[in-house]
């Protein structure tokens, strides 16, 4: 469990770095873009601040037919262009442009290639009868390419950023979840000791039972006190049974011994060793036809999963209700559903059901009988089974506790 939570707070930290460096490098390329973008056009500014004094009147037009003839290199390439009023193109210096009177980021066809320019243009202040406009238009080919460079960089490095910021985050969690695996442990220790512990007083209770028994036939006295007595030393020997199971299941130091075993060793058992508390219940209790499959696991904790499974649907079935049992055989799983007409479970409650001593309703689960425990040792096993558990449940209809587990040798029996 300590491994899964290490490894989910480490995916928690890529994941939070990766959100963190995508809405940061989105920052940092929409910043880097506005900023060559304004650069482009204070360039184009500066450009038609430089040009517009040498445009003249010819023929009653402006032209910079004068300019171009004596104009040297410009400082960067770019469109020139003359409009009339009515946004007709007179004259055109410099690369190809698109002809269109238009002011911010532009795009288009020429010659068959695709461009990207900067365009701004100014309304001319001329003594002439047909006035028109001075347009700049610059490629902006070099800022698409730095930035493309800029993404291409951030891309490149998000592999070996987040094989560094996994590592780190493994080493940081792993530092976290410490002080927990300590607390897991003491926990264990304390399952394992109280576990062990309750069987003294529990074989002194039961020894001082019997004496007590004798004595009070022997005056004609009344043992009634005695079965509740005796209910109750039962109740903690289950506790304290549970308990030691719980904490070998847990326990890395204890290996369970695992074989092939087939379907039918596991739930004919079960299934017979709840027959007589169904038939005191009236339950109809059936199964389907088990599938010839074998499970690589161990005997003693599948039929103690599965008898767990099937007690305690039988527990929280009315009389005269049902209990049914069904195997499906898929490639490489079995799957173990156990469908009951019982008082079901509320939805809020079934994500909890499975917690150590957790109870739906108090006051009716402890007139059922158990440790509280039963449904947290089914869990156990079947997570130390390599399988898992989903529960389907409808309040007042009943529920379906559906188990999954490998046919191959694909367990690990370490706790």
């Given at each position: 469990?300590?491994?899964?939570?290490?490894?989910?707070?480490?995916?928690?930290?890529?994941?939070?770095?990766?959100?963190?460096?995508?809405?940061?490098?989105?920052?940092?390329?929409?910043v880097f873009e506005s900023g060559l973008s304004a650069a482009i056009d204070d360039e184009v500014e500066a450009l038609a601040e430089e040009i517009m004094p040498s445009i003249r009147v010819i023929n009653e037009r402006p032209s910079l037919k004068l300019w171009a003839a004596h104009a040297g290199h410009l400082k960067m390439p770019a469109s020139i262009q003359l409009f009339d009023?009515?946004?007709?193109?007179?004259?055109?210096?410099?690369?190809?442009?698109?002809?269109?009177?238009?002011?911010?980021?532009?795009?288009?066809?020429?010659?068959?290639?695709?461009?990207?320019?900067?365009?701004?243009?100014?309304?001319?202040?001329?003594?002439?009868?047909?006035?028109?406009?001075?347009?700049?238009?610059?490629?902006?080919?070099?800022?698409?390419?730095?930035?493309?460079?800029?993404?291409?960089?951030?891309?490149?490095?998000?592999?070996?950023?987040?094989?560094?910021?996994?590592?780190?985050?493994?080493?940081?969690?792993?530092?976290?979840?410490?002080?927990?695996?300590?607390?897991?442990?003491?926990?264990?220790?304390?399952?394992?000791?109280?576990?062990?512990?309750?069987?003294?007083?529990?074989?002194?209770?039961?020894?001082?039972?019997?004496?007590?028994?004798?004595?009070?036939?022997?005056?004609?006295?009344?043992?009634?006190?005695?079965?509740?007595?005796?209910?109750?030393?039962?109740?903690?020997?289950?506790?304290?049974?549970?308990?030691?199971?719980?904490?070998?299941?847990?326990?890395?130091?204890?290996?369970?011994?695992?074989?092939?075993?087939?379907?039918?060793?596991?739930?004919?058992?079960?299934?017979?060793?709840?027959?007589?508390?169904?038939?005191?219940?009236?339950?109809?209790?059936?199964?389907?036809?088990?599938?010839?499959?074998?499970?690589?696991?161990?005997?003693?904790?599948?039929?103690?999963?599965?008898?767990?499974?099937?007690?305690?649907?039988?527990?929280?079935?009315?009389?005269?209700?049902?209990?049914?049992?069904?195997?499906?055989?898929?490639?490489?799983?079995?799957?173990?559903?156990?469908?009951?007409?019982?008082?079901?479970?509320?939805?809020?409650?079934?994500?909890?059901?499975?917690?150590?001593?957790?109870?739906?309703?108090?006051?009716?689960?402890?007139?059922?009988?158990?440790?509280?425990?039963?449904?947290?040792?089914?869990?156990?096993?079947?997570?130390?089974?390599?399988?898992?558990?989903?529960?389907?449940?409808?309040?007042?209809k009943g529920s379906v506790f559906i188990i999954t587990l490998p046919t191959s040798g694909r367990s690990s029996f370490t706790g």
């Amino acid at each position: 469990m300590l491994k899964s939570l290490r490894r989910k707070l480490t995916l928690w930290f890529i994941g939070l770095f990766l959100v963190i460096y995508g809405c940061g490098g989105a920052t940092a390329i929409f910043v880097f873009e506005s900023g060559l973008s304004a650069a482009i056009d204070d360039e184009v500014e500066a450009l038609a601040e430089e040009i517009m004094p040498s445009i003249r009147v010819i023929n009653e037009r402006p032209s910079l037919k004068l300019w171009a003839a004596h104009a040297g290199h410009l400082k960067m390439p770019a469109s020139i262009q003359l409009f009339d009023a009515e946004g007709n193109l007179y004259e055109a210096y410099g690369p190809p442009g698109v002809p269109r009177l238009t002011e911010g980021p532009l795009s288009g066809m020429i010659n068959g290639k695709s461009l990207s320019l900067r365009s701004n243009y100014e309304r001319l202040d001329l003594p002439s009868k047909y006035p028109g406009y001075l347009q700049i238009q610059i490629s902006t080919g070099h800022r698409d390419s730095a930035i493309n460079q800029l993404i291409f960089t951030m891309l490149v490095l998000v592999p070996f950023l987040v094989i560094a910021v996994g590592l780190t985050g493994y080493i940081f969690a792993g530092q976290a979840v410490a002080p927990v695996a300590k607390s897991m442990d003491i926990l264990k220790r304390f399952v394992a000791d109280a576990g062990h512990e309750f069987n003294t007083p529990v074989a002194v209770i039961e020894a001082s039972i019997q004496t007590l028994e004798e004595s009070l036939k022997e005056h004609n006295l009344p043992t009634d006190i005695l079965e509740i007595i005796a209910r109750a030393s039962t109740g903690m020997k289950e506790l304290a049974a549970d308990l030691i199971l719980l904490a070998s299941i847990d326990s890395p130091q204890v290996e369970l011994p695992k074989d092939t075993l087939t379907l039918d060793e596991i739930i004919q058992p079960s299934f017979e060793a709840m027959t007589e508390l169904a038939k005191n219940k009236s339950i109809s209790l059936t199964h389907s036809q088990i599938p010839e499959a074998t499970i690589f696991g161990n005997e003693h904790a599948l039929k103690i999963m599965l008898s767990n499974i099937l007690s305690n649907a039988l527990k929280y079935t009315d009389n005269n209700g049902s209990v049914h049992l069904s195997v499906d055989k898929n490639e490489n799983s079995i799957s173990i559903s156990v469908k009951d007409s019982g008082i079901g479970i509320p939805k809020e409650h079934i994500e909890n059901i499975f917690d150590r001593f957790y109870r739906v309703e108090k006051s009716r689960s402890r007139s059922a009988g158990g440790s509280g425990l039963g449904l947290s040792i089914v869990k156990a096993i079947i997570e130390v089974h390599n399988g898992n558990i989903k529960v389907e449940s409808t309040p007042g209809k009943g529920s379906v506790f559906i188990i999954t587990l490998p046919t191959s040798g694909r367990s690990s029996f370490t706790g």
